[in-house]
């Protein structure tokens, strides 16, 4: 039986393993292959045969995307994004998830204001009073209009309170009994406590800030305040358009480079961010998931 058990365990773990490692590489290779689309040559892109590996290769596409202007705008937008938008959200959502980690003897209203919170995740009124809304408010064709309208991540919260809810009670009453207060406590207790939490919420916003477009779409009046998830959408759906407003420098590239060629360079490099930032978080990533969704 002991013997049994071993060889099903080393089975599983088999198993385990190699599913594991094909749903990597299925999520890597067409990340390895837009890398290979957008330093091949432009009759190897229409061709079609270019895989893994560039064919013909060439930095052209990447030189025309440098001298072109909208890509770098739209990037900086983004980057301008992430940096108040993480800010805001991470702000909002410690001063939130602290008083409803309290039970209701402490705050009365607890049961009231998160059953408020959560009512959004189940119900919301729709785009056009969401649109109207940021319009009223004078929001529109402005960079907080990216960021106020989801400032409150209810979900984060939920995850922090949960955290929040995990650390030990001793250290909070022996903050009260140094005659600290809740501003106190919150700041110099509970938030350097619970970095792996704050990681993973930070990786979530910054995540989502980055990859969000139809926003940008509908929110921003010109498109030369769109954030770049937004102007590459634009220019997946309308390939031409990343060849209007053409430089007269920039003419002699048009011989040299085909639409798919500079689509996959710009979606590249849009990945590029996301890619290095993921490893100085990953060490939070797997704590603040499982401790911060854990309720004991």
Known sequence: MPGDKSIGRYTFNAFNYAFLLGFALLCIFPVINTWAMSLSNK???A???VGFWPVDFTFDSYRFVFIRRQFFEAFFISVERVA???AV???LTVLIAY???????EFKSRTLYAWIFVTTILLNGGLIPWYMTIKETGLLDSIWALILPGAVPVFNCILLLNFFRGLPKALEEAAFIDGANHWTTMWRIFVPLSKPALATIALFTIVGHWNSWFDGLILMNSPNHYPLQSYLQTVVVNPTSAFSTIDPAQVKFLSEISDRTVKAAQIFMASVPMLLLYP???KYFMAGIVLGSVKE
Do not use: Y
């Open 43 to 45: 009759s190897a892109a």
């Open 99 to 105: 008083p409803l980690s309290k039970g209701t003897s």
């Open 89 to 91: 959200n991470l702000l």
């Open 84 to 86: 108040l938008g993480a």
């Open 280 to 282: 100085f978080l990953q």
């Open 47 to 49: 061709a079609g045969v």
